[in-house]
């Protein structure tokens, strides 16, 4: 595609996320320029805005499945609006005001297409590899045409905090719903940056590993940047990334801490192999790609599990903490082993999990023989690229560019990704 008239010039995007951690929304005022290979960011604010307390356990409890009114259900929508709105405008202070947001919202529930890696068997029995078949029969059904009623089922992901509002309040315009399109011709909607990825992070010579942990870890493998390479991108959901350490933190530290900090308490203790290799059995980690997950299985009732598989080995809070960390290094390595065409060259770490540092240690002895960085390192803020991916999102649906990768959502073709709602005060001034 060869940049138009309209894209010579920058445009100055927000980005909004939070996370299913539910840590608070990652804001990125971001500079742009370019559209694919040619594309440019610069990131000028980032920050992480907390949610009210009260408004946080709310979302916790509904990604949990706690029953709701449909009332209840709508004010914790407008409440969500409200805060990536005060999120929006807080970033530009000091700052030239956008004329762009991209809101990804707040997930409070995920459901991949045919039910794959929601709930789910914990093992790898008979009837785990008996669903699994049908899982895999769905999936490549899938990629043939789109899903009916009378198919495969087609998947469904809500996202809180709904754009018309964000550009009412702002007064920007605002794009938002940004996995609905994939999800409705049959992909899973996730993950969504590969795309973004694929044009800030691909190297000519070196095939890269982008892992991202957030509540939920996630992988694009960009091979390097010759012949037919976007079209060879793979991504998928790894499986927990930070949700069960926190949700973990939290149970052992009896509500006192919420996260453990760089992964220090879990460094004071020792992981129980044995423990690990067994919860590797659940079916998720076992399904190809195309795939995704949430909260939905790797949640609370997960994390209950655990702690009653935990009890026969007699482990103390730092080494159960030690375990699960090292249930998440294990199954992204083990990921990359089982359904990468080959090992990368490099693996670029981002989101929340980038910054626990006993984490990575644990994926660098995993992976000897590969470099683990973070995306720091080479230029690209580990902390808010997320926010800044789904600000170049926005950037690209303004423009009328496709958003996902068929490669890495299972959809059948590339889509325009999220809705777009202008506030009046938005169309005047481009009338003007």
Known sequence: MHPTEETAVSTRVIGLISGTSVDGIDAALVEISGTELDLKIELLAGATYPYPAQLREKILAVGAGVAISMAELAEIDD????????????????????????????TVYHRPPGGAGEQGSRGAGEQGEQGRREILISNSSLAQRPATANSTPLGYSLQLGRGALIAHLTGITTVSNFRVADIAIGGHGAPLVPRVDAYLLSHPEEGRCIQNIGGIGNVAYIPPRHGDWLSKIRAWDTGPGNSLLDLAVEHLSAGAKTYDENGNWAASGTPCHPLVEQWLNQDYFHLPPPKST???????????????DAQAYQLNAADLLATLTELTAASIVHSYRTFLPEMPQRVLLCGGGSRNLYLKRRLELLLPSIPVLTTDEIGLSADFKEAIAFAILAYWRHLGIPGNLPTATGAPQEVLLGEIHQSQYSVIRHEQ
Request: aromatic content about 6%; glycine content about 12%; overall charge neutral.
């Open 79 to 106: 409440a969500i609006a409200q805060v990536f709105a005060q999120a929006a405008q807080n970033i530009q202070l000091g700052h030239q005001p956008a004329t762009l947001i991209g809101s990804h919202g707040q």
């Open 294 to 308: 949430g909260r939905e299985l790797f949640g609370v009732t997960y994390l209950h599990e655990c702690l009653k």
